[in-house]
């Protein structure tokens, strides 16, 4: 797909910022986690099974903050979530990916582990929003009111920031305010993708 530039980082770097910023402007955007919410949402009764647990139920739908508990410390159960919800997170991706593609014209998907999985890779640009790990580590301590040891576990449960920073096509630097940010976004747009604002 020509258009597609795939928007990662490491947890709290700032990708949903990015893709508020590109939507306020028109652009078109995909989310893997709205996707994932709406798919773990739909597969609660199966998640529940598949870890014989159904304390995850809520309100019809998926405890997310239960679930992540056990995800990041356990691989083994991480391995059997993400081997069941993956392929059908790439395909509703992919579904929605093709029809925006026909417009012709840059969008954006919002993908947490665009180096973690092969899924995704030749079919599109890679944008990576980086922060270094220790601004990483207090931005996620602050928001989800974890400890840092939570927040490390969470943090090392994807590839190091700098390597994907070393394999990423483009870098946005995101480690200052939300106007700075916000103005690296516009100079990226104009100048990487030519994009009139």
Known sequence: MQNAYF???SIAGG???FIKIVKKLGFDTISADEITHMLLNENAQHIA???DDFSLILNNGID????GNIIFNDVLA???LENFIHPKIKKEILSQAIKIDKKNKAFFIELPLFFENNNYQNLGKSI????PKKLLLQRLMKREHIDKEEALKRINCQLDIEKKKQIADYVIENIESYEIFEESVLN???YNLKVII
């Open 49 to 51: 099974k598949l870890f």
């Open 78 to 80: 991480k391995s059997k």
């Open 128 to 131: 990576l929003i980086y922060a």
């Open 188 to 190: 990226f747009l104009k």
């Open 7 to 9: 928007v990662t980082s």
């Open 64 to 67: 997310r903050k239960k679930l």
């Open 15 to 17: 990708k949903s910022t």
